[in-house]
Nanobody, 128 residues
Framework: QVQLVESGGGAALLGGSVTLSCTAA????????MGWIRRHPGEAMSWVAD????????DLDASVKGRATISRDNAKNTLHLQINNLKPEDTAVYFC??????????????????????WGQGTQVTVS
């Protein structure tokens, strides 16, 4: 069973930084792309960042490009997202997500470029 547990959320200062972490278990992490998606209050989920299974390539949504870094440590089964220069619009619940081969994608980014089969319970980030 895929298990994704996010941590690192909470209250954050406007202009400050936050580092979110995700611990993964129950699947072959080394073969699975991973990403972060978020849900603003009252809105649907939106894609934030993605990183290849090897970690060699990554991509960021325009809303965080230049302010965020996604990274992974396959040896430790962890995924991270650091966002700097926090803005009010970064307030959201952040979900760690992965795409495995166990089932069809359950959620895709707008345009379908990034799709995921599983995600965690999320961690709240509130910027003020």
């Amino acid at each position: 069973q895929v298990q994704l547990v996010e941590s690192g959320g909470g209250a954050a200062l406007l202009g400050g930084s936050v580092t979110l972490s995700c611990t993964a278990a129950g699947f072959n992490l080394r073969s699975s792309p991973m990403g972060w998606i978020r849900r603003h209050p009252g809105e649907a989920m939106s894609w934030v960042a993605d990183i290849a299974a090897s970690g060699a390539t990554s991509d960021l949504d325009a809303s965080v490009k230049g302010r965020a870094t996604i990274s992974r440590d396959n040896a430790k089964n962890t995924l991270h997202l650091q966002i700097n220069n926090l803005k009010p619009e970064d307030t959201a619940v952040y979900f760690c997500a992965t795409k495995t081969t166990r089932r069809p994608p359950q959620w895709c980014s707008r345009g379908g470029r990034y799709c995921y089969t599983d995600w965690g319970q999320g961690t709240q980030v509130t910027v003020s």
